[in-house]
């Protein structure tokens, strides 16, 4: 039985192994001559078995290619309560018409990557370099629009506008 | 968007070629934060430090450990910063 999991278990990685070390809490012992040891908590081994016990969340390769388009809702956009996502087959033998299961602006930034190996089979370093930029920027614009976080900054009477 | 608007949109000429990009490039979001996740789970063994992490892992973003008495939840673990000094190394 497995208790207080978040403050007593531990992780750690070491080339392909996850490393799992309980806490084993000790608190301070009383010695011979009657003062405390410092704490005594100390890292061991998992001392229980659960089943199913160790979960662990990663990204992965999942699906690139699939049949449809996975920016469009199913039912299509008529009503705002019934509504559902599209049924994604994954495509192993992807042609011309596979949709790449990326959103819109994912999607442009895999665009550059594209125009950048292009311009590297011709030689172009510089425009690989430049179309290389323009997809990590995308990436970037893509994941900072799922996190809804917004800065704003005050402006100084002072500054120079 | 399909595979042949990406290969008109960058000039790409050829679809195998294309193709392959399209991996590296999912790879590379991958492995950045990326757009899908996955979840695996095994058995924790008393007694056993070391456990396998899936073949098709890219970026682990978290470890968690089945609490059996607050009832069967997952909780996330927190991550050795530095090396444990480990009393029962076998």
Same mark, same amino acid.
């Given at each position: 039985? !497995?208790?207080?999991?978040?403050?007593?278990?531990?992780?750690?990685?070491?080339?392909?192994?996850? %490393?799992?070390?309980?806490?084993?809490?000790?608190?301070?012992?009383?010695?011979?001559?009657?003062?405390? !040891?410092?704490?005594?908590?100390?890292? $061991?081994?998992?001392? %229980?078995?659960?089943?199913?016990?160790?979960?662990? %969340?990663?990204?992965?390769?999942?699906?690139?290619?699939?049949?449809?388009?996975?920016?469009?809702?199913?039912?299509?956009?008529?009503?705002?309560?019934?509504?559902?996502?599209?049924?994604?087959?994954?495509?192993?033998?992807?042609?011309?018409?596979?949709?790449?299961?990326?959103?819109?602006?994912?999607?442009?930034?895999?665009?550059?990557? $594209?125009?950048?190996?292009?311009?590297?089979?011709?030689?172009?370093?510089?425009?690989?370099?430049?179309?290389?930029? %323009?997809?990590?920027?995308?990436?970037?614009?893509?994941?900072?629009?799922?996190?809804?976080?917004?800065? !704003?900054?005050?402006?100084?009477?002072?500054?120079?506008? | 968007?399909?595979?042949?608007?990406?290969?008109?949109?960058?000039?790409?000429?050829?679809?195998?070629?294309?193709?392959?990009?399209?991996?590296?490039?999912?790879?590379?979001?991958?492995?950045?934060?990326?757009?899908?996740?996955?979840?695996?789970?095994?058995?924790?063994?008393?007694?056993?430090?070391?456990?396998?992490?899936?073949?098709?892992?890219?970026?682990?973003?978290?470890?968690?450990?089945?609490?059996?008495?607050?009832?069967?939840?997952?909780?996330?673990?927190?991550?050795?910063?530095?090396?444990?000094?480990?009393?029962?190394?076998?």
């Amino acid at each position: 039985m !497995s208790q207080d999991v978040n403050r007593d278990y531990f992780w750690r990685t070491r080339g392909n192994t996850l %490393e799992v070390l309980k806490l084993k809490r000790s608190g301070s012992a009383v010695k011979n001559d009657g003062s405390l !040891s410092p704490n005594r908590d100390e890292l $061991i081994y998992p001392d %229980e078995s659960v089943d199913d016990g160790v979960r662990v %969340e990663y990204t992965a390769f999942v699906n690139p290619f699939v049949s449809a388009d996975p920016n469009v809702l199913a039912t299509g956009d008529t009503n705002e309560t019934t509504w559902t996502n599209p049924d994604l087959t994954p495509v192993t033998s992807p042609t011309e018409t596979t949709h790449v299961n990326l959103n819109r602006l994912l999607s442009m930034a895999v665009v550059s990557y $594209i125009k950048a190996m292009v311009s590297e089979l011709k030689g172009d370093l510089k425009a690989k370099e430049y179309y290389l930029r %323009e997809f990590w920027k995308r990436v970037s614009d893509a994941e900072s629009n799922k996190r809804m976080v917004s800065m !704003s900054f005050p402006t100084s009477p002072f500054a120079v506008r | 968007m399909t595979i042949l608007e990406m290969m008109e949109r960058s000039g790409a000429d050829s679809t195998n070629l294309t193709v392959s990009w399209i991996r590296d490039a999912f790879n590379m979001i991958e492995s950045n934060g990326g757009d899908t996740s996955k979840v695996k789970k095994q058995d924790l063994v008393s007694g056993t430090r070391d456990y396998n992490l899936p073949a098709d892992l890219m970026a682990l973003s978290s470890v968690s450990i089945l609490d059996t008495k607050d009832g069967n939840k997952y909780k996330r673990i927190s991550r050795l910063v530095f090396d444990p000094l480990v009393t029962e190394d076998a």
